[in-house]
């Protein structure tokens, strides 16, 4: 019997550094469509959902053929959203996509589901990738155990190089699967105070006793977060193969 495998887009209009950036254009396409479009190129995945707290996003998803859900405004991230919606979705494990990967690479997702479909042990995933950026805050750096478990991540640089010269961290990347009932649960939990303090809501599962297992990726693509962002990945999509499948 097949495991389902959704995918869930938390998506909303309100952002600090980048307003409305989720229906920003990119080639002609708003930026939540090119991420959902990519995403149901996966071979993995059996369907994909919008979920948002904003009319006009739901609007806009609908008219591109892509599914919505509803959610609270009151959410304080990603996941609490993604948890929400998963109440109305019929699915073993769903994946946590952000919004705003508008270069998202299907085989990403595929690669970083794997071991969810393969192993029952495992009840959630994470996309890590070799990253040599010093003193970078805006990225989540990860140290993990000889398992490929997450120990712990951080805006800081970790770990530090005390006894050599600096050569890679591993920087987190938010495809995040989850068995259904972890999502579920994660609502259910007040933050928590490493959470709270490195801004990173991924850290109330590892507080609450959730292995998360890292899987690497190559090539991993810049989110949007800022307008610099935004313009970068406008420059990438005109010279990105991908899009032909989809337009």
Known sequence: MNTKVVGVVPARLESKRLPGKALADICGLPMIIHTCKRALLSKTLDDVYVATDSK???????????????????HKNSSERAGEACKFIDSEIVVNIQGDEPLLYPDHVDKITQPLIDDSEIQVSMGITKFSKINSSSDFKAVMDSNNDLIYSSRSDIPHFYMKDHQYFWKLCFIVPHRKIWLEKYLEWKQTPLEILEDNHFLRL??????????????????????????????????????????
Do not use: C, H, W
């Open 56 to 74: 006009e996003i739901q609007e806009v998803a609908e008219s591109f053929g892509i599914k919505s859900i509803m959610t609270s405004k009151y």
């Open 206 to 247: 590892t507080e609450n006793g959730v292995k998360i297992r890292l899987v690497e990726i190559d090539q991993a693509k810049i989110s949007v977060d800022t307008p610099e962002d935004l313009e970068e990945v406008r420059l990438l999509m005109k010279e990105d193969s991908l899009i032909k499948e989809y337009l």
